[in-house]
């Protein structure tokens, strides 16, 4: 189990993330959501130890994470919200290196690169340089090297950005698979209709604090809204999108 204890970060002394509690047991999917500035991309940084936190615990099976990090993220899967990959090598390459960064047997890592690159229909361009790489292309080999070592834990931050119709009903798919398998899955997202699809239960961040933390169904049920997007404009206190609108077309009129 993924355990986050009254996790906090400040920047100049200004709080981004303030006491954040969650936890993610095997075979769940938490939605991590929150408008532009919550905090949601600081607290992803924290999990995977790009950011360090000013107080608060991780714990992974009970264990706090700062004792063993690469122990801790070997076991973890990460796919970015940007594709920040290495341009000079081919998508192959790039599969190679992080495989062996996580130590895994090479007969192995072959095995299991070749089929990733088959399935995601990269096989054809396995040798081209990413930086030939369409952005869907690339998100897909972001996809596979987040799966190749068969982590515990998958840390998705906008999984779906880039990819086309097909491949994101591919990924919907094989994110409820997992979690029927017993993953632990974080997901951090925009796009509220697949997370009202995919998850288990949903945390809503507004200016780095939680204010909600529940399953779907029960916050609808409790701020007598018809959808996750209703539930998440009334604890974020996201202005009227139809006012907007009209302000907008009022002044190209103007």
């Known amino acids: 189990m993924l355990e986050v204890r009254q996790l906090v970060k400040r920047y100049n002394r ?3 993330v303030s ?68 341009s000079h090598l081919s998508g192959r390459e790039y599969l190679q290196l992080t495989g062996r960064l996580r130590g895994m047997e090479r007969g192995m890592l072959d095995r299991r690169m070749d089929a990733m690159l088959r399935l995601l229909g990269l096989w054809e361009d396995r040798h081209s340089l990413i930086s030939s790489y369409s952005k869907g292309m690339r998100q897909k080999i972001l996809l596979a090297s987040a799966l190749l070592h068969d982590p515990d834990l998958l840390i998705l931050d906008e999984p779906f950005s880039g990819l086309d119709v097909n491949m994101s009903m591919v990924l919907r798919t094989l994110i409820r698979t997992l979690a029927g398998q017993g993953k632990m899955i974080f997901y951090s997202s ?12 949903v945390v809503i961040l507004r200016k780095g ?10 916050l609808r049920e409790i701020l007598v809204e018809e959808s996750l997007e209703g539930v998440f404009a009334q604890l974020t206190e996201q202005e009227d999108p139809q006012r907007v609108v009209d302000d907008i077309v009022e002044v190209m009129h103007s």
Request: aromatic content about 8%.
């Open 209 to 218: 604090v939680v204010v909600a933390h529940d399953n779907v169904a029960r």
């Open 14 to 16: 200004i709080p981004v």
């Open 19 to 86: 006491g954040v509690d969650f936890s993610i047991r095997p075979g769940e999917i938490l939605g991590y959501l929150g408008p532009n500035g919550a905090g949601k991309s600081t607290t992803v940084k924290m999990l995977i130890g790009l950011v360090e936190p000013t107080s608060g615990e991780i714990l992974f099976h009970g264990d706090n994470v700062r004792g063993d990090w690469p122990g801790f993220l070997r076991r973890v899967g990460y796919v970015p919200e940007e594709a920040h990959l290495y």
């Open 190 to 201: 925009h796009v509220l209709e697949v997370v009202e699809k995919v998850c288990s239960s």
